[in-house]
C-alpha cells in the first residue's frame, strides 16, 4: 500500500457534500438507534447538504412512509425518556426531538426493498442514483458480518464501486471484521479485490468518542506530555473497558464472538495504539494510521505457555448489580448452558520497541461487572528514594495519569499530597479536567464524527487493511492457546472481574487501578 503522509486532512467545519447514502439492514438497530440520531444530530448542526439522501436497504417490505414513521418513532420515544448522549448500550443522543428539524431530515429518508444476495437490487440501487441530483454514494453495511463481502462484491460487479467524474463511492463496513487472523485477511483480499483501500471505511465506534479523539490532541498538541511518555517514567499502562450491562439480547452472536474477539484487537487496540504510537509526521489519514500499525505490530508475540500465563478469561455467574439480581451468563437467551465462552478477558501485553521496552500493557474488558469505567491508566515509576523513611510513611502509592473515556469524559493525575497537620500525612489527590467543566456538549451517539468523516473522505478515525490485521494477529496466540471451559474463570455478576485477573498483576508487585 502507497503511504502518503503528505495527504492534507480534508477540510472540517463545512457543510459535507450532497450524497446518496445507503444504509444496508435498514431494519436492523444499529440504523435506528445509532445512524439515524446521527443523521439528526449533524443535520441540526447544518453539516449536511440539502442534496443529502437517506435510502434504507432491506429485505422486509414496507412503504417509505411506513418506515419513516419506525424511525421517528424510535426518534421520540427516546426523545421522551431524555435520550442523552449515546454509547452502544447507551442513550440514542436525540435529547428532546426538534419535529420541524425531524421533518426536514425525514423526508430525505426513503425505502428500497431488496434482497441483498440479489442482482436487481442493485440495478434499482443505479436506478435511485442515476434520479437523484448527485453521483456521489456511500454505501453503509450495517448488516450481519457474512453479507460484508457478498454486497461489496455486487455493487463492484453493477459497477457502483466505479469513481468518474469527480463523483465518489465510499463503503463502510462494520465491526466485526472477521473473527481471527484468516478470516479478517479473506475479507480485506475480497474487498480490495474490488475496490481501492481509499474507498473502505472500516467502523470502530470508539474513534468516535470524544476523549478517544482527545488522546491525540493532549499528547501532540501539548509538550508537557513527552517528556515523560516512555519507559524512562512509565511503570506500565493499564487499559480497562468495564461494563454493567451483560450480554442482553445478543447471546447468539456473543457464544460465537467472547470478549476477546468482541473488544480487544478494535476497541482496546485503539486506545493502546492511541496511547503508544510515535506522533505522526502530520495529522493526515496515513500519516496517523501508519504510527497505529506500526504500534500494533510491535506487539509481542507470545508462545502458547507465555499466552496462557499472561492472559485470563472469565464467565459471569449470577449475582447483583445496582441492588438487582441478574442472571449468570449459561442463562442468558440463546447461551449454550455449558459454555466456554469468556465474557471477561485479562491480558498482559508488550510493545517491543524503543520507547516501551520493557513496560508491559495490562488489558482488561468484561461485562456484569461492578461498574461501567473505560479508562487508560497510566502509572508512572516511584520516586527514586524515599525522604520519608524516618516517618510513619513508609509505601508511597503509584503516580497515575489517567484518561477517563467513560462514563465521564476527561484526564488527571492521582499524586499524593501532605494532609494539613502538625504530623507528616500523607494523602491521594486528584488533580484533573472534565469535559464538562469546559466544553457545552451536545447530545451525540459518538457516530457523527464517522459519519462526517466518511462524507468529507476523511479516514483518519477508520482502520485500514494493515491496522485491522495487526490486532487479529496480536491476539491471535491468546485465541490459538485457549482450550474450552479449562481456562475459564467464573467472577459473580456485579462484582470487579475473576481474582486471576488480580492475581495476574500482584505477581509482579502491582495492581489494577480500582473501577469506580
Ligand atoms: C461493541 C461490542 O462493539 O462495543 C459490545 O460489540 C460492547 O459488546 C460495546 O458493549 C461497548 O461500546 P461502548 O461505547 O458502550 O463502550
Excluded at 54 to 75: P, T, W
Excluded at 218 to 228: C, H, K, P, T
Excluded at 339 to 363: M, Q
Aim: hydrophobic share 40%.
Amino acid at each position: 500500500m502507497a503511504v502518503d503522509t503528505q495527504t492534507p486532512r480534508p477540510s472540517r467545519d463545512q457543510v459535507a457534500p450532497p450524497v446518496n447514502l445507503f444504509l444496508f439492514g435498514a431494519h436492523g438497530d444499529l440504523v435506528k438507534r445509532l445512524l439515524v440520531p446521527s443523521l439528526y444530530n449533524l443535520t441540526r448542526d447544518g453539516l449536511v447538504d440539502d442534496a443529502l439522501r437517506i435510502i434504507g436497504v432491506d429485505h422486509n417490505q414496507v412503504s417509505d412512509e411506513a418506515y419513516r414513521e419506525k424511525l421517528a418513532d424510535f426518534m421520540r420515544q427516546h426523545a421522551a425518556k431524555g435520550g442523552k448522549p449515546g454509547s452502544q448500550d447507551g442513550g440514542e443522543g436525540a435529547a428532546g426531538l426538534d419535529e420541524t428539524l425531524w421533518r426536514g431530515l425525514a423526508q430525505r429518508i426513503s425505502y428500497l426493498e431488496g434482497d441483498f444476495l440479489d442482482d436487481s437490487t442493485y440495478q434499482a440501487i443505479a436506478q435511485r442514483i442515476a434520479s437523484s441530483g448527485t453521483r456521489n454514494a456511500i454505501f453503509y453495511l450495517a448488516t450481519a458480518p457474512r453479507f460484508f463481502c457478498e454486497v461489496i462484491q455486487r455493487l463492484a460487479h453493477a459497477g457502483l464501486l466505479e469513481e468518474t467524474d469527480g463523483q465518489f463511492r465510499r463503503v463502510v463496513v462494520e465491526k466485526p471484521f472477521g473473527s481471527d487472523l484468516k478470516t479478517a485477511q479473506e475479507l480485506n483480499a475480497g474487498i480490495l479485490g474490488v475496490m481501492d483501500e481509499r474507498q473502505v471505511y472500516r467502523i470502530d465506534h470508539y474513534l468516535g468518542k470524544e476523549t478517544v479523539q482527545n488522546i491525540l490532541v493532549s499528547r501532540f498538541a501539548n509538550g508537557l506530555f513527552e517528556a515523560f511518555w516512555n519507559n524512562h517514567y512509565v511503570d506500565h499502562v493499564q487499559i480497562t473497558a468495564a461494563e454493567t450491562v451483560g450480554v442482553e439480547q445478543r447471546g447468539n452472536f456473543y457464544e460465537r464472538t467472547g470478549a476477546l474477539r468482541d473488544m480487544v484487537p478494535n476497541h482496546l487496540f485503539q486506545l493502546l495504539a492511541m496511547t503508544a504510537m510515535e506522533p505522526p509526521a502530520a495529522f493526515g489519514a496515513d500519516a496517523v494510521r501508519t504510527e497505529k500499525a506500526k504500534v500494533i505490530a510491535a506487539i509481542r508475540p507470545q508462545s502458547p505457555e507465555e499466552a496462557r500465563r499472561n492472559s485470563v478469561r472469565g464467565q459471569y455467574t449470577a449475582g447483583e448489580i445496582n441492588g438487582a439480581r441478574v442472571a449468570g451468563y449459561r442463562e442468558e437467551p440463546r447461551v449454550a448452558p455449558d459454555s466456554c465462552t469468556e465474557t471477561y478477558v485479562a491480558l498482559k501485553l508488550w510493545v517491543d520497541n524503543w520507547r516501551w521496552a520493557g513496560v508491559p500493557f495490562y488489558l482488561r474488558t468484561g461485562k456484569r461487572l461492578s461498574v461501567r469505567d473505560t479508562e487508560i491508566a497510566i502509572c508512572f515509576k516511584p520516586a527514586p528514594m524515599s525522604p520519608f523513611r524516618d516517618t510513619h510513611v513508609h509505601r508511597m502509592r503509584p503516580n497515575y495519569l489517567i484518561i477517563q473515556i467513560q462514563p465521564d469524559e476527561g484526564m488527571w493525575f492521582d499524586f499524593q499530597a501532605k494532609r494539613p497537620g502538625t504530623t507528616l500525612e500523607i494523602d491521594n489527590i486528584r488533580m484533573g479536567f472534565a469535559y464538562s467543566d469546559f466544553f457545552a456538549m451536545q447530545p451525540s451517539t459518538g457516530y457523527e464524527t464517522l459519519l462526517y468523516d466518511c462524507m468529507i473522505g476523511d479516514q483518519t478515525l477508520f482502520q485500514r487493511a494493515d491496522n485491522i490485521e495487526n490486532g487479529w494477529r496480536a491476539v491471535q496466540p491468546f485465541l490459538d492457546a485457549w482450550e474450552g471451559c479449562k481456562d475459564v474463570q467464573y467472577y459473580p455478576a456485579g462484582s470487579d472481574g475473576p481474582e486471576a485477573a488480580d492475581e495476574l498483576l500482584r505477581r509482579d508487585g502491582r495492581a489494577w487501578h480500582s473501577l469506580k
